[in-house]
């Protein structure tokens, strides 16, 4: 087969104790119907199958799922690295003694901004348990990163956040844009906001920062620093266009596969793993065409005349898609074109 799998994003459940403006998979209520125990554990052997190496698992609230624990277990027998992404409201001792036991590789935890602007998005309270997840993960050695959404309002507050944030035992801060996809698309959050605003910020602090700071894929693309502006120190790491259905995919929590579970909308549905496996779908020639069928005439507007278009193909699917209905031209790339070749 052409295309390896390397990496999963899995939503376990829509169930989540929030609902929170820009959620772009409306969580909050778990769907009618989703994977069974025995589906899900089927899922992780197909995955092992397939030569998968990494399962990022989020939600909804992964661990508002009753069976997260036998999944992550399955996982781990399996061979498969799991990380985690939550918003940190349920912890106690004994789920991040459950996650240490598991040898779960890291968790995530979503702050987005100062706690007036962090608790205005999600719910009153909600900043203070974060804090307290992030602390009590550490303390007990699991590797902690923090994920912040961007929009026009907090961006303006990263300075802020570094300041809250430089202090604690984090391994990795990453910067990602809100997209209006879910409830984002509500008009409730001021999505659009200059992506050169979150670049010049990185660039400012990350030789300082301890710990990697980067912008996420949905970000950027081919400034002057691109090689060092997603966490890596070294300056070589650079974006080579969105991998959806090229190395990884997503899984909804009723069986739905896309090439990114970023792609939230049923037109990028693949197939579903109650009808198909999940070989039978990865290894479909007519799949996830979008970017296997990728060809430099698809770029459209300044895409479509910028010099390194061919290495970052338009950049992320999802945040072109729900930004402006067109795959292949990014309306908020932050690299400067001379107008003339425009």
């Known amino acids: 087969m052409k295309y390896r799998l390397n990496s999963i994003v899995w939503e376990i459940t829509l169930a989540c104790c929030f609902s929170c403006k820009y959620c772009g998979s409306s969580g909050g209520r778990a769907r009618e119907n989703e994977l069974t125990t025995e589906e899900c554990l089927s899922v992780v052997k197909q995955l092992s199958e397939l030569g998968c190496k990494r399962v990022n698992l989020i939600g909804g609230e992964v661990f508002m799922r009753k069976d997260w624990e036998e999944i992550v277990r399955a996982l781990r027998d399996a061979g498969l690295r799991v990380t985690i992404i939550t918003n940190g409201f349920l912890f106690g001792d004994a789920l991040v003694d459950t996650l240490k036991t598991l040898q779960v590789e890291s968790v995530a935890v979503s702050i987005d901004g100062p706690k007036d602007v962090h608790d205005k998005y999600r719910q009153e309270g909600s900043f203070q348990r974060a804090d307290q997840a992030i602390r009590v993960l550490t303390e007990a050695g699991i590797p902690v990163s923090v994920i912040s959404t961007l929009n026009a309002e907090n961006v303006k507050r990263l300075p ?34 200059s992506f050169r605003e979150a670049v010049d910020f990185v660039e400012r602090h990350r030789r300082e920062a301890p710990f990697a700071l980067g912008i996420a894929d949905n970000i950027g693309y081919y400034t002057e620093t691109e090689g060092s502006l997603r966490g890596v120190q070294n300056g070589r790491f650079r974006f080579t266009g969105c991998r959806a259905g090229l190395t990884s995919l997503g899984i909804d929590s009723v069986g739905n596969v896309r090439g990114c ?9 693949e197939g579903n793993l109650r009808e198909k496996s999940l070989r039978e779908i990865w290894e479909d020639e007519k799949a996830f065409s979008y970017n296997r069928g990728f060809q430099k005439k698809f770029l459209t507007g300044k895409c479509a005349s910028c010099s390194v278009s061919a290495y970052c193909a338009g950049g ?17 790339c932050a690299r400067e074109i001379p107008e003339e070749k425009r």
């Open 316 to 332: 992320c699917r999802s945040y072109n898609w729900f930004t402006h209905g067109k795959l292949y031209e990014n309306i908020g």
């Open 261 to 269: 579970e970023s792609m939230y909308d049923e037109r990028f549905n």
């Open 160 to 193: 802020e956040m570094y300041r809250y944030l430089e202090p604690l035992p984090i391994f990795a801060w990453q910067l990602q844009a809100c997209s209006p996809m879910g409830n984002a698309a509500n008009g409730g959050v001021p999505w659009r906001f």
